[in-house]
T-cell receptor
């Protein structure tokens, strides 16, 4: 079985541009979460989507948005990129909604975004 | 607000010894704590979870303890090997309708041959 996949693996953008990152969860998983990981820090929660609805949002500006599709894949969009958005963006999938009861999260390899 | 604190200094341990990593939290006691391993350039990999009503959890050479009085979790790797070298992340969340998982910064562990 394939694990969580993310695309692209690396991306270079300039300030002010827009970016779309993609995530395919493990087959059968209904929940997708997005995290931002800056070098030397732990992952910071951005969004959780469950059954195509936003079920949690971290402390990120409105420039960050996401959605989940009927096949449970997900996109993270970031508008008006800033230098500080440079980070590893991680997607994690789980069988059910993480908040109700424990569900193990499986992380993808991440997308390395560099903003110049 | 709730914080997770892990020792940001790298930990160097001689091969064969037990490595012990610390995770402290402030304020409320989480429903459960999780420990992850992360290798450079890779996503975190889940290792162990311990619930608030559990004192200890084991999996092969790994052991996690949870002390709600001290607001602390300890993560032990016994008979450590160079392949255990990685960054170890502590994470937690409350049982809530739409809560988020909070990660610590992680501790880099080096097992010296």
């Amino acid at each position: 079985d394939a694990g969580v996949t993310q695309s692209p693996t690396h991306l270079i953008k300039t300030r002010g541009q827009h970016v779309t990152l993609r995530c395919s969860p493990i087959s059968g998983h209904k929940s997708v979460s997005w995290y931002q990981q800056v070098l030397g820090q732990g992952p910071q929660f951005i969004f959780q989507y469950y059954e195509k609805e936003e079920r949690g949002r971290g402390n990120f500006p409105d420039r960050f948005s996401a959605r989940q599709f009927p096949n449970y894949s997900s996109e993270l969009n970031v508008n008006a990129l800033l230098l500080g958005d440079s980070a590893l963006y991680l997607c994690a999938s789980s069988l059910e909604f993480v908040g109700y009861s424990y569900n193990e999260q499986f992380f993808g390899p991440g997308t390395r975004l560099t903003v110049l | 607000s709730q914080k997770i604190e892990q020792n940001s200094e790298a930990l160097n341990i001689q091969e064969g010894k037990t490595a012990t990593l610390t995770c402290n939290y402030t304020n409320y006691s989480p429903a459960y704590l999780q420990w992850y391993r992360q290798d450079p350039g890779r996503g975190p990999v889940f290792l162990l979870l311990i619930r608030e009503n559990e004192k200890e959890k084991r999996k092969e050479r790994l052991k996690v303890t949870f002390d709600t009085t001290l607001k602390q979790s300890l993560f032990h790797i016994t008979a450590s090997q160079p392949a255990d070298s990685a960054t170890y992340l502590c994470a937690h969340h409350r049982r809530a309708r739409d809560d988020k998982i909070i990660f610590g910064k992680g501790t880099r562990l080096h097992i010296l041959p």
